[in-house]
Nanobody, 130 residues
Framework: QLQIVESGGGLVQPGGSLTLSCSAT????????IGWFRQAPGKEREEREG???????????YYADSVKGRFTISRDKAKNMVYLQMNNLKPEDTAVYYC????????????????????WGRGTQVTVSS
């Protein structure tokens, strides 16, 4: 059974950091483009924002303007994991964060902007509040 699981969410103060982890069972993440999406409170599923996506081929990454310079996406092939390092968190980063996998051949920007993914995890809550 193919499954994606996110972990690492929690409550953090503004300016703090969190690292989200994405793991998979039943398939190898390295063969897929991976994305991190978020759904803010009060937003519909269709309004999920592509935060960061990374290519399956050349390691290119895309970041939404809202997180550029603060978030970093990375892979650990040996562990079959993908991470999202989030620094200088702001209250507007509060959301449920989803890890996704996309088997198509497309740019990470397109994956994020058009929300293209074959598999979605169930999400992990990130709350930024003092």
């Amino acid at each position: 059974q193919l499954q994606i699981v996110e972990s690492g969410g929690g409550l953090v103060q503004p300016g703090g950091s969190l690292t989200l982890s994405c793991s998979a069972t039943g398939f190898t993440l390295d063969y897929y483009a991976i994305g991190w999406f978020r759904q803010a409170p009060g937003k519909e599923r269709e309004e999920r924002e592509g935060v960061s996506c990374i290519s399956s081929t050349d390691g290119r990454a895309y970041y939404a303007d809202s997180v550029k310079g603060r978030f970093t996406i990375s892979r650990d092939k040996a562990k079959n994991m993908v991470y999202l390092q989030m620094n200088n968190l702001k209250p507007e980063d509060t959301a449920v964060y989803y890890c996704t996998a996309d088997g198509g051949i497309r740019t990470p920007q397109r994956m994020c902007v058009e929300r293209l993914s074959d598999y979605w995890g169930r999400g992990t809550q990130v709350t930024v509040s003092s």
